[in-house]
């Protein structure tokens, strides 16, 4: 079983940049592959980016394309979410997830969540 933990968040103005992590509090992702996704107030939750267990593969949503981008530090068990150039429309609550299947992400694990504020 696997154990999310989000940190990283906060706020930040229009142009800044901040880094999501997402740990297995148990130490290791277990052959999992991660992706993040987010919600906004009265949205429903959207996918953002994924990356396969091994790191090999990612793919990102079109709204964080060129934007943002996420790693795994195998030493460390975390995956990381870089965003850059962030935008007021960016404002949510991001939320790590873990599936074995990664073509068809299906979360079977979540994260709490933590939240990034850009403000204009």
């Known amino acids: 079983q696997v154990q999310l933990v989000e940190s990283g968040g906060g706020s930040v103005q229009a142009g800044g940049s901040l880094r999501l992590s997402c740990a297995d509090s148990?130490?290791?992702?277990?052959?999992?592959?991660i992706a993040w996704f987010r919600q906004a107030p009265g949205k429903e939750r959207e996918f953002v980016t994924k990356?396969?267990?091994?790191?090999?593969?990612?793919y990102y949503a079109d709204s964080v394309k060129d934007r943002f981008t996420i790693s795994l530090d195998n030493v460390k068990n975390t995956v990381y979410l870089q965003m850059n150039s962030l935008r007021p429309e960016d404002t949510a609550v991001y939320f790590c997830?873990?599936?074995?299947?990664?073509?068809?992400?299906?979360?079977?694990?979540w994260g709490q969540g933590t939240q990034v504020t850009v403000s204009s």
């Open positions: 990356i396969t267990w091994s790191g090999s593969r990612t």
């Open positions: 997830a873990a599936s074995t299947a990664y073509d068809t992400f299906n979360p079977q694990y």
């Open positions: 148990r130490g290791t992702f277990l052959s999992y592959n």
